[in-house]
């Protein structure tokens, strides 16, 4: 059973950093892809960025220049560093991870940017 545990959630001003993290355990693969998605109240669950296990990143056109994904094969963890965040940034943060044709999901952090 794979679990995934988000860490690093809470209340930032606008134009404001976060950094969340994502912790797999159970598990003793490398996923081939971890990233993470969003979700606002009212609106339907938004794809923000992934990564592959060789390094490769992808993120979202309203993320772009301004998040930055990481991890570490090692520890099997996951990290989205946000970087000047908008009040539209505001969201419950879910990670994933893909392995096997098997997607897994962690529980959310909530993400706050309010002044």
């Known amino acids: 059973q794979v679990q995934l545990v988000e860490s690093g959630g809470g209340l930032v001003q606008p134009g404001g950093s976060l950094g969340l993290s994502c912790a797999a355990s159970?598990?003793?693969?490398?996923?081939?892809?971890m990233g993470w998605y969003r979700q606002a109240p009212g609106k339907e669950r938004e794809w923000v960025a992934r990564?592959?296990?060789?390094?490769?990143?992808h993120y979202a056109d309203s993320v772009k220049g301004r998040f930055t994904i990481s991890r570490d094969n090692v520890k099997n963890m996951v990290y989205l560093q946000m970087n000047s965040l908008k009040p539209e940034d505001a969201a419950a943060y879910y990670c994933?991870?893909?392995?096997?044709?098997?997607?897994?999901w962690g529980q959310g952090t909530q993400v706050t940017v309010s002044s």
């Open positions: 159970g598990s003793i693969f490398v996923p081939s892809f």
């Open positions: 994933y991870a893909d392995h096997g044709g098997a997607r897994y």
């Open positions: 990564i592959h296990s060789g390094g490769s990143t």
